[in-house]
């Protein structure tokens, strides 16, 4: 069965450090997102993807945020000088997005503990 | 913007017991109502959704959720749970447009007791 999945499981970094949080998504999905949780907090939303471009960005996702879709299998998101406040899980996530109706389910990966120190 | 808030933080409860997680929404827009499961050191997986129809609706794992209009409420039951039940479970909204956000509740983690 097809699934997201994500890379690396675990990032620890140095605060001010760039980081690069890799994602593959399911093959045929047109849309893309990244979701955060910090430890004991709700999950939140920051981006969507879709054609090559945002579509939708949370007020958290700053200038320090950025996403790409380098090939036609990754999906990344960089945060260019960590801060201690972005120790979090993050989770990728996908879903095809098409076929007419509105509603399509979103398949989430594993995600990636990001710990700033 | 829709809001989802989750009233209990933790649920435990004993095995073969019925448990319900309560969860209510704000929304200015009609939405679409999911519940996930988070096992430990998992991801979400879909446990069920609302998108419209009955308001009745089963998932995975014997769980079934009510949605109720006017309360503006879709809580989570299982008649009788296992000890695998053992999770944290998200209560999430999404307005009805192709590809759009989730927005999720604070979560509650379900301890099953032996």
């Known amino acids: 069965e097809p699934e997201v999945t994500q890379t690396p499981s675990h990032q620890v970094t140095q605060m001010g450090q760039e980081v690069i949080l890799r994602c593959v998504p399911i093959?045929?999905?047109?849309?893309f997102y990244w979701y955060r949780q910090i430890l004991g907090q709700k999950v939140e939303f920051l981006v969507s993807?879709?054609?090559?471009?945002?579509?939708?960005k949370s007020e958290i996702f700053d200038d320090q945020f950025s996403v790409e879709r380098p090939d036609g299998s990754n999906f990344t998101l960089k945060i260019r000088s960590t801060k201690l406040e972005d120790s979090a899980m993050y989770f990728c996530?996908?879903?095809?997005?098409?076929?007419?109706?509105?509603?399509?389910?979103?398949?989430f990966g594993p995600g990636t503990r990001l710990t700033v120190l | 913007a829709q809001s989802v808030t989750q009233l209990d933080s933790q649920v435990p409860v004993f095995e073969e017991a019925p448990v319900e997680l309560r969860c209510n929404y704000s929304?200015?827009?009609?939405?679409?109502l999911f519940w996930y499961v988070q096992y430990p050191n998992q991801g979400l997986q879909l446990l069920l959704k609302?998108?419209?129809?009955?308001?009745l609706v089963k998932g995975i794992n014997g769980f079934e959720a009510e949605f109720n209009k006017s309360q503006t409420s879709f809580h989570l039951r299982k008649p009788s749970v296992h000890i695998s039940d053992t999770a944290e479970y998200f209560c999430?909204?999404?307005?009805?447009?192709?590809?759009?956000?989730?927005?999720f509740g604070g979560g509650t983690r379900v301890l099953v007791k032996p």
């Open positions: 996530a996908s879903t095809h997005g098409g076929g007419g109706s509105s509603y399509n389910e979103q398949f």
């Open positions: 093959s045929n999905h047109l849309y």
């Open positions: 993807f879709y054609n090559n471009e945002i579509s939708e």
């Open positions: 929304s200015s827009v009609s939405v679409y």
């Open positions: 609302y998108l419209s129809g009955s308001t």
């Open positions: 999430a909204v999404s307005i009805k447009a192709a590809g759009n956000k989730l927005t």
